[in-house]
T-cell receptor, first 112, second 115 residues
């Protein structure tokens, strides 16, 4: 039973345009959400997070939106750059803060 | 930013060998460290959680006698794959954090190949 799902395994975007990566979750106990970026043969790198008390968090080109009622979050990257090409994982944490549950990842390809 | 170092990055060894992987937090004290395993084209799967100075908590289906975890200090955790077999071949990644609700910071992973 996948509690965190990323339904798009891949996404291709033109440089300069917006990339939107989506993530859905089922566990209502999750209250903290994170996005990680991963290059091949490297560990995930933390990008941005959002607490369930917020619906938006912005950091430079990266914005995460959270819709609690829909149990949905998304990561917006604008403008997209070729260096953004990587696999992006969303992850969720419960209020005990003991466990991080990952989605399956979305491979983003930004074309020059 | 927070740095987590994982060593070695790649190991190739014969079946029956025990392999130790180290995970170090370089610029912060990690009260909790995590060990994940990633199969090809799949997400990270949590294997165990370790708190400094106490026994690790293993996820269901993970053999604690097979995957020995030691978290002896606030900056070091080790994972030892005992008597490794080909089915143990995988990508193992550690992460560390200071307190709960803080992001986990990941090492670069260890590619383990058992012949």
């Amino acid at each position: 039973d996948q509690q965190v799902k990323q339904n798009s395994p891949s996404l291709s975007v033109q440089e300069g345009r917006i990339s939107i990566l989506n993530c859905d979750y089922t566990n209502s106990m999750f209250d903290y959400f994170l996005w990680y970026k991963k290059y091949p043969a490297e560990g995930p790198t933390f990008l941005i997070s959002i607490s369930s008390i917020k619906d938006k968090n912005e950091d430079g080109r990266f914005t995460v939106f959270l819709n609690k009622s829909a149990k949905h979050l998304s990561l917006h990257i604008v403008p997209s750059q070729p260096g953004d090409s990587a696999v992006y994982f969303c992850a969720a944490m419960n209020n005990a803060g003991n466990m991080l549950t990952f989605g399956g990842g979305t491979r983003l390809m930004v074309k020059p | 930013g927070a740095v987590v170092s994982q060593h070695p990055s790649r190991v190739i060894c014969k079946s029956g060998t025990s392999v130790k992987i180290e995970c170090r937090s370089l610029d912060f004290q990690a009260t909790t460290m995590f060990w994940y395993r990633q199969f090809p084209k799949q997400s990270l799967m949590l294997m165990a959680t370790s708190n400094e100075g106490s026994k690790a908590t293993y996820e269901q289906g993970v053999e604690k006698d097979k995957f020995l975890i030691n978290h002896a200090s606030l900056t070091l955790s080790t994972l030892t794959v005992t008597s490794a077999h080909p089915e143990d071949s995988s990508f193992y990644i550690c992460s560390a954090r200071t307190y709960s609700n803080q992001p986990q910071h990941f090492g670069d992973g260890t590619r383990l190949s058992i012949l």
